[in-house]
């Protein structure tokens, strides 16, 4: 069975000060990893897929990494609006379904 | 852009009532998802549908049931709700590409 663990559950920060944010994965072969982000009371609205160890995406802010058994969520010099749930999920091959992690929430200080 | 409606973004039903919950998408998509989100739980899967009239069950389709009678659209149905089945619901779709795309949710309150 799919597992995803996100670390931390939460995270605070001020802002400009960068972290990073971790998704554990088991899979049977891995079709894709996403990475969505979630404003309270929305839906997840989708950021980035990463379908191979070594590949990365960024967007604005946000760098996303891919290993073999882990991803990481960079964000550098954060502000505000990037408070939200990051959700990480991954799709195995042959599959439809994405199975989820639990998030993690960002609160960004100004 | 893709656009994936749901009919609903409060609901509150009594107990034992059968709810019909709606949602649309835009894209042609083939696939259609409805998962629901508890705190601490992340998203579950419930059904899913890979085409019209075709659903699987996901993760915890108990107490669930669904329909998909046009390829833009995929009802779930509660059919007696319970107090346990209250929830933030949501519909997602999804073409030949893995992504995935969500509607703004339907939080579901069964008193």
């Known amino acids: 069975e799919d597992q995803v663990t996100q670390s931390p559950e939460a995270l605070r920060l001020q802002e400009g000060e960068s972290s990073s944010l971790n998704c554990s994965y088991t899979?049977?072969?891995?079709?894709?990893l996403f990475w969505y982000r979630q404003d309270p009371g929305k839906g997840p609205e989708f950021l980035f897929t990463l379908y191979s160890a070594g590949e990365e995406k960024e967007k604005e802010r946000l760098k996303a990494t891919l290993t073999k058994k882990e991803s990481f969520l960079h964000i550098t010099a954060p502000k505000p609006e990037d408070s939200a749930t990051y959700l990480c999920?991954?799709?195995?091959?042959?599959?439809?379904?994405?199975?989820f992690g639990a998030g993690t929430t960002v609160t960004v200080r100004a | 852009d893709v656009k994936v409606t749901q009919s609903s973004r409060y609901l509150v039903k009594r107990t034992g009532e059968k709810v019909f919950l709606e949602c649309v998408q835009d894209?042609?998509?083939?696939?259609m998802f409805w998962y629901r989100q508890d705190p601490g739980l992340g998203l579950r899967l419930i059904y899913f549908s890979y085409d019209v009239k075709m659903k699987e069950k996901g993760d915890i389709p108990e107490g669930y049931s669904v329909s998909r009678e046009k390829k833009e659209r995929f009802s779930l149905i509660l059919e007696s709700a319970s107090t346990n089945q209250t929830s933030m619901y949501l519909c997602?779709?999804?073409?030949?590409?893995?992504?995935?795309?969500f509607g703004q949710g339907t939080r579901l309150t069964v008193v």
């Open positions: 997602a779709s999804s073409h030949s590409l893995p992504e995935a795309f």
């Open positions: 894209m042609d998509h083939e696939n």
């Open positions: 899979v049977s072969g891995l079709r894709g």
């Open positions: 999920a991954v799709q195995a091959f042959n599959d439809y379904k994405l199975s």
